[in-house]
């Protein structure tokens, strides 16, 4: 007990506090706002990604039994994009943009000067411990910002690799690693930030958001929710089917911000849909899929407890049509297919991350979009369909982070497009360049010389000189 308090007292806000003083005079001696500085920093995340890949795949599969496949894919291959992005458009992003000015302030030009924040937070989640980490500081150093990182305690494998790795591979007057839990996090919360960037569920982003009011602190909050996935009748079934179970089962086992939550589709198609999902999930996991290396665990026993008491609450488990198998003991769950759970149930009622995926059905495929405008604004939302009509409604009339027609997960790739939630499932949105600015200031400038100076703005004021 007296070591766990000791533990729990190891970063208070006694520590935060000298840290991030110590970030700040390092940030003011200017040195993080150089261009060599920032390229410096983002090749060595470059390098410490690469040199120990190995060591990275074995956190992951530690922390969740992470496919090595998905390993690479989904983290560091996608983290290298964005420090190999970043390193290439430096230049251009810092550059500051000429715009037209005023003929009200002739002659004069303006510009907009992107400049760093100053000393930023970062507070990531346990399901991509790697890329939800790190992929927010490539932006934080690409802008010339000093930075802390807080992973998370649910990755514990992977937190103390973070702490270990930038430790030895970045400017650690500038780039630090705090390891730990709620204590930890709540007194890095209570220092002030030039912004907080925090991945994970809404309930602590609630947190977030409430302790940077004290010191005006912008947020951006990546948050989650109940991702729909439409599927319309009239499509390529097994091409669609296998692109939802790879962004359902195949990213994390379903425990993944942008994993389908749920399904939509009409009642006489469901059957198909049913059939083509269960043939696909065999192929690719095999009839046992408990004992799949091509699927991760749930990340730890409370998490299993959830899932569990989601699809064993009474007018629930009867609707299992495929899976439901489990195994406290190694903590897995076979992917699961619900048909018609009741609305109210909790399972339709909470973000499910986690591999269950129910499917409910409507009359007509339309009135799947008047479903999901019933609930909180997804983070993502995907549709099915060869319908040009449907596919334009879709867009026009479903408000969500993302949209992806006849596809999941992969705009999350494409670094042209911005990353982020819209309502409750998030605030702001980073990857690619939209990383830089979200950890940028757009600075106004105005240039004006001596000459040319009218006396129209002068007092003493007469109307007479407006019509001049
Ligand atoms: P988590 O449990 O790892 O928590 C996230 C962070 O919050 C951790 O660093 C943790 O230490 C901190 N934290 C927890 N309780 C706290 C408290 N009381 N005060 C201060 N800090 C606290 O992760 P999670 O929340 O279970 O993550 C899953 C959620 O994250 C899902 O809702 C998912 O959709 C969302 N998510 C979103 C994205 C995205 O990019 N939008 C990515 C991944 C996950």
Same mark, same amino acid.
């Given at each position: 007990?007296?070591?766990?308090?000791?533990?729990?007292?190891?970063?208070?806000?006694?520590?935060?506090?000298?840290?991030?003083?110590?970030?700040?005079?390092?940030?003011?001696?200017?040195?993080?706002?150089?261009? &060599?500085?920032?390229?410096?920093?983002?090749?060595?995340?470059?390098?410490?990604?690469?040199?120990? %890949?190995?060591?990275?795949?074995?956190?992951?599969?530690?922390?969740?039994?992470?496919?090595?496949?998905?390993?690479?894919?989904? &983290? !560091?291959?996608?983290?290298?994009?964005?420090?190999?992005?970043?390193?290439? %458009?430096?230049?251009?992003?810092?550059?500051? &943009?000429?715009?037209?000015?005023?003929?009200?302030?002739?002659?004069?030009?303006?510009?907009?000067?992107? %400049?760093?924040?100053?000393?930023?937070?970062?507070?990531?989640?346990?399901?991509?411990?790697?890329?939800?980490?790190?992929?927010?500081?490539?932006?934080?150093?690409?802008?010339?910002?000093?930075?802390?990182?807080?992973?998370?305690?649910?990755?514990?494998?992977?937190?103390?690799?973070?702490?270990?790795?930038?430790?030895?591979?970045?400017?650690?007057?500038?780039?630090?690693?705090?390891?730990?839990?709620?204590?930890?996090?709540?007194?890095?919360? &209570?220092?002030?930030?030039?912004?907080?960037?925090?991945?994970?569920?809404?309930?602590?982003?609630?947190?977030?958001?409430?302790?940077?009011?004290?010191?005006?602190?912008?947020?951006?909050?990546?948050?989650?929710?109940?991702?729909?996935?439409?599927?319309?009748?009239? !499509?390529?079934?097994?091409?669609?089917?296998?692109?939802?179970?790879?962004?359902?089962? #195949?990213?994390?086992?379903?425990?993944?911000?942008?994993?389908?939550?749920?399904?939509?589709?009409?009642?006489?198609?469901?059957?198909?849909?049913?059939?083509?999902?269960?043939?696909?999930?065999?192929?690719?996991?095999?009839?046992?899929?408990?004992?799949?290396? =091509?699927?991760?665990?749930?990340?730890?026993?409370?998490?299993?407890?959830?899932?569990?008491?989601?699809? *064993?609450? %009474?007018?629930?488990?009867?609707?299992?049509?495929? #899976?439901?198998?489990?195994?406290?003991?190694?903590?897995?769950?076979?992917?699961?297919?619900?048909? *018609?759970?009741?609305?109210?149930?909790?399972?339709?009622?909470?973000?499910?991350?986690?591999?269950?995926?129910?499917?409910?059905?409507?009359?007509?495929?339309?009135?799947?979009?008047?479903? !999901?405008?019933?609930?909180?604004?997804?983070?993502?939302?995907?549709?099915?369909?060869?319908?040009?009509?449907?596919?334009?409604?879709?867009?026009?009339?479903?408000?969500?982070?993302?949209?992806?027609?006849?596809?999941?997960?992969?705009?999350?790739?494409?670094?042209?497009?911005?990353?982020?939630?819209?309502?409750?499932?998030?605030?702001?949105?980073?990857?690619?360049?939209?990383?830089?600015?979200?950890?940028?200031?757009?600075?106004?400038?105005?240039?004006?010389?001596?000459?040319? =100076?009218?006396?129209?703005?002068?007092?003493?004021?007469?109307?007479?000189?407006?019509?001049?």
């Amino acid at each position: 007990m007296a070591t766990k308090e000791l533990q729990s007292v190891a970063f208070g806000s006694k520590e935060a506090a000298a840290m991030v003083k110590e970030l700040r005079e390092s940030y003011g001696s200017g040195k993080t706002r150089s261009y &060599e500085w920032r390229v410096s920093q983002l090749k060595n995340i470059e390098k410490m990604t690469e040199y120990h %890949e190995q060591e990275i795949i074995e956190a992951l599969r530690s922390d969740l039994s992470k496919p090595e496949f998905e390993s690479y894919i989904q &983290e !560091i291959a996608l983290l290298k994009n964005s420090c190999t992005l970043a390193l290439k %458009e430096l230049k251009s992003w810092m550059k500051p &943009e000429k715009v037209k000015s005023s003929p009200v302030i002739f002659p004069s030009s303006a510009e907009i000067v992107p %400049e760093p924040l100053g000393v930023v937070l970062v507070i990531s989640a346990w399901n991509y411990p790697l890329l939800v980490a790190l992929d927010p500081v490539v932006g934080a150093i690409a802008a010339g910002n000093a930075v802390v990182v807080k992973p998370s305690e649910l990755a514990p494998a992977t937190s103390s690799l973070l702490a270990k790795l930038l430790g030895d591979y970045m400017d650690n007057s500038c780039v630090r690693v705090v390891e730990g839990a709620v204590a930890e996090t709540s007194a890095l919360l &209570e220092q002030k930030w030039d912004k907080i960037c925090y991945t994970g569920n809404r309930r602590v982003g609630r947190i977030v958001m409430a302790s940077a009011v004290k010191h005006l602190t912008p947020v951006l909050l990546e948050l989650g929710g109940k991702c729909p996935a439409v599927v319309d009748s009239g !499509i390529d079934l097994q091409v669609a089917s296998r692109r939802i179970v790879v962004g359902k089962w #195949g990213s994390n086992n379903g425990q993944a911000c942008v994993a389908p939550d749920y399904m939509l589709t009409t009642k006489d198609f469901a059957p198909q849909l049913v059939e083509a999902l269960k043939r696909e999930l065999d192929n690719f996991f095999g009839k046992n899929p408990l004992q799949s290396k =091509d699927l991760s665990r749930i990340v730890n026993s409370n998490h299993y407890a959830r899932l569990t008491k989601l699809l *064993d609450e %009474e007018d629930v488990s009867g609707k299992i049509v495929h #899976g439901g198998e489990r195994d406290l003991s190694n903590l897995r769950i076979a992917p699961t297919i619900l048909l *018609d759970v009741p609305q109210d149930s909790l399972i339709m009622n909470e973000e499910i991350f986690g591999p269950l995926l129910p499917i409910v059905t409507v009359d007509k495929v339309e009135d799947s979009f008047d479903l !999901i405008k019933t609930g909180t604004k997804p983070l993502a939302a995907y549709l099915f369909t060869n319908n040009k009509k449907l596919k334009d409604q879709f867009v026009r009339s479903v408000s969500a982070g993302g949209l992806v027609i006849n596809d999941t997960i992969v705009h999350l790739a494409v670094a042209s497009l911005p990353f982020g939630g819209v309502g409750e499932s998030g605030m702001g949105a980073y990857h690619g360049k939209f990383s830089f600015e979200a950890f940028s200031h757009k600075k106004a400038v105005i240039y004006r010389g001596f000459a040319g =100076d009218i006396s129209v703005r002068y007092p003493p004021y007469t109307m007479g000189k407006l019509s001049l």
